[in-house]
């Protein structure tokens, strides 16, 4: 990134930012958060719309020593049976275990019956890296599906966000690495969620599953939602959704609020790029990649809560998401974040309403879940 455009706009960004109804929650850390917005921005701006470049960018893991470190990480590998279009095929994925120390301490019962290898009470697991903690030392798991606009990201990248859900909910954390379009079209990246979905149900009942996810991700946990509904298989506690992008037709911006364009890093181009790279030949209104259009009712999906950003450009896709499925019969409960960008609680270091909005999801949690 060129510093010298990056300071040009400094004095700018200060002196509007500091007049601005944001500075009265928190100045200095307003000041901050306007700052980091504006360099994730500049960097979005300035990026090549090439899926190389952009991959090579945001598919790097955010380092260990940078995150808190009373959540331990460890990788496995599951065997599973995933659909590719309309064959089933075995499929290996990745997924990160996020383990919270504390709460893993708390649920552990004082004697174990036998001795076991972290993860072999889950059956069809693979490479496993040595651990003192195991899922089945928590009361309950989070499913969680990260975003990066279908195309972009992994498990590794948004440890920003998974790490302090983690925390907040005091659960384990799974993320898978799904496979991603182009490569892998829609619906693929949800029947792989499905097929961990599954894969937990082995050994853990639905209601002790939290489904999450973030942007993209949160759209494939809406779509998911609908088809597990149809698969008649058991449903999860809960869905926690934080700026589900839900609405992939034509340009990826129906419902969007045009006034938040200059205040999200997300800029619309790249939205617009992602939507149709992501859709590929699939019907603009096809719920697979735009839930929104989720056919029928859903009164039997889990209670789910959608936390966004007020000044995030896709703001209105996301109210006219949590609209129409309330239509629909969805117990829908809506948590704004006041002047929350794209994705608010991956900023929550430096805007206290992003930091805020995590006790909210531990609230839900509690509220739904059978065991807190």
């Known amino acids: ?65 940078m995150l808190r470190q009373d959540v331990s990480v460890v990788t496995d590998v599951l065997r599973l049976s995933s659909r590719t279009g309309d064959t089933l095929s075995e499929v290996s994925l990745e997924v990160e275990w996020l383990l919270p120390k504390a709460a893993a301490r708390e649920a552990r019962q004082p004697e174990k019956p036998e001795k076991v290898t972290p993860f072999s009470w889950l059956p069809g697991s693979g490479c496993m890296a040595a651990s003192d903690q195991c899922p089945r030392d928590f009361q309950r798991i989070v499913l969680y599906l990260h975003g990066g606009a279908y195309l972009l990201c992994t498990p590794k990248s948004l440890r920003g966000i998974t790490f302090n859900v983690a925390a907040a909910l005091q659960a384990a954390v799974c993320v898978p690495d799904y496979r991603r379009p182009p490569e892998h079209p829609i619906p693929g990246p949800m029947e792989d969620a499905i097929a961990v979905y599954r894969h937990l149900l082995v050994t853990m009942p639905g209601k002790d599953i939290i489904l999450a996810g973030d942007s993209a991700g949160g759209g494939i946990a809406a779509a998911m939602m609908h088809r597990l509904k149809d698969l008649e298989l058991p449903l999860p506690s809960c869905c926690i959704l934080i700026s589900p992008w839900t609405d992939l037709g034509h340009d990826g911006m129906r419902n969007a609020t045009m006034s938040n364009e200059e205040r999200d890093f997300l800029p619309r181009d790249l939205v617009e790029w992602c939507a149709v790279l992501t859709r590929g030949d699939l019907h603009h209104d096809d719920w697979r990649h735009s839930p929104v259009h989720a056919p029928g009712s859903l009164e039997k999906v889990c209670p789910t809560l959608v936390v966004y950003g007020e000044d995030e450009l896709l703001s209105g896709q996301i109210v006219h998401f949590g609209s129409v499925w309330r239509d629909k019969g969805a117990s829908i409960t809506m948590i704004p974040v006041q002047g929350g960008v794209h994705a608010p609680l991956l900023l929550q270091h430096v805007w206290e309403p992003a930091a805020d909005a995590f006790k909210e999801l531990s609230r839900f949690a509690e509220v739904h879940c059978t065991k807190v």
């Open 1 to 65: 990134m060129p510093w010298r455009d990056l300071l040009c706009g400094t004095d700018s960004i200060l002196s509007s930012f500091l007049q601005s109804k944001s500075c009265k929650t928190g100045c200095f850390s307003g000041v901050r958060h306007r700052l980091m917005v504006k360099l994730l921005r500049q960097s979005a701006d300035l990026t090549p719309r090439s899926l190389k470049t952009l991959r090579l960018i945001c598919d790097q893991p955010v380092p260990k020593v």
